[in-house]
């Protein structure tokens, strides 16, 4: 049972002062929680009398009963709950609450669970909040039928409107693309915890809908999501050349620059916003680049390229990276200026890309130049070869052309 340690405070110094009830345990958030006992007493030779106690009492109730052991119990909540139980007619009287929409759950679940996932769980959750303002703030618990959440993906999928969140763009109308189906599933999938977590509640009756459960997605939906596995969405090395040759202002250089980094590295934009000079060390066989994965705690080695060097070379400081939402915009402008518009799975390829684009590339580049497969994972911080292989996009096309240069394929009999 979780542990809390009471006493008896005086509000003020004088003869005579409001008494209040204090707790102080690691098991209430900030650590202490407070309540006046509504009754006041000389401060020399003070004893608490019966009423004192009876907060005391309720306090205790609500501590160990309304809570799970090592739950983090919030001071508003706890105070509610004090009062309830001492004033249980007003409690009858009192009006009801107003119901909590989805999206205020969500917000009080992040800053609830934050501290129990990575920062990239945490990224997405929040992520998934900020879709759920733009398409519904306002829906209950029992308005989310399976229905309403096919409707929701389909939105993210599609064009739609959006307000900036940034500081570059925030509070600005914008129009979002829409997004991949892996991502809108992702988000689906959250969503699905957190609408468990409310039905689970066993404190709170959120009346939620149970269409929530039911939703499946689609075996189409499935195939597209695996579709892209040889879809050549990668850059190719004459690709990033084109890049290279681009006049640009500071700002889209520093994209760029970064794009050419992370296409010769295989790193993420997480672990390269947050690299110094500092994780680069000189060995005899040249600079190597010493870096834990934010992601996956992978501690990762990467032989620096020439390319990486020259690059490296212009920001002794690191590279100080916009945001990874702003980099996407910039990358897609960046690839339609060199012409990459042949089309994908009935998109321009420039539409395809994103932050990810490194990985896929110096996977797709490393193959096609027959580096080993180990060697490449052991660089991306990949151990599991079908996650590996995920990144992989070389087209079948040029996987098969590639094989007529052995010899079981070149050479006759």
Known sequence: ????????????????????????????????????????????GFKPTTEMKKVEAAFADAFDNHHTGNELREPARLKELVTNILFPDLAEARPQKREMTVAEFIADFIERESDTVSEGTVKNWKSLYNNLMWYDKHIRFSEVSETWIKDFKRWLRGEHKITGTRGYNKGKKLVSSGINEQTAWKYVRNLRKMLKAADDDDEHDYKVNPGYKKYKRSKKDQDESKGSKYSGVYLSIEEQKSLKNLVLSENKALVRDWILI????????????????ENVTTTPQGDIIELTQQKTNAEVAIPMSE???????????????????????????????????????????????????????????????????????????????????????????????????????????
């Open 262 to 277: 992370a296409c010769s590295t295989g790193q993420r934009y997480s672990d390269w916003n947050k690299l110094r000079p």
């Open 307 to 413: 390319t990486v060097k020259r690059i490296w070379s212009k920001y002794p400081d690191g590279m100080k990276l916009p945001s990874d939402n702003h980099i996407r915009i910039v990358i897609k402008e960046l690839c339609k200026t060199i012409s990459l518009d042949n089309v994908i799975e009935s998109k321009p390829k420039y539409k395809h890309i994103g932050t990810h684009i490194g990985r896929y590339s110096f996977i797709s580049n490393g193959i096609d130049q027959n580096i080993p497969e180990r060697t490449l994972m052991a660089i991306t911080g990949h151990f599991d070869k079908a996650v590996f292989s995920q990144y992989l996009h070389i087209t079948q096309q040029k996987l098969a052309e590639k094989a007529k240069s052995y010899p079981m394929f070149s050479e006759a009999l």
């Open 1 to 44: 049972m979780a542990s809390y340690k009471p006493s008896f405070v005086f509000k003020n110094k004088a003869d005579e002062s409001l008494v209040l009830f204090r707790a102080n345990s690691k098991f209430i958030r900030g650590g202490r929680f407070q309540i006046s006992t509504g009754q006041r007493a000389k401060t020399k």
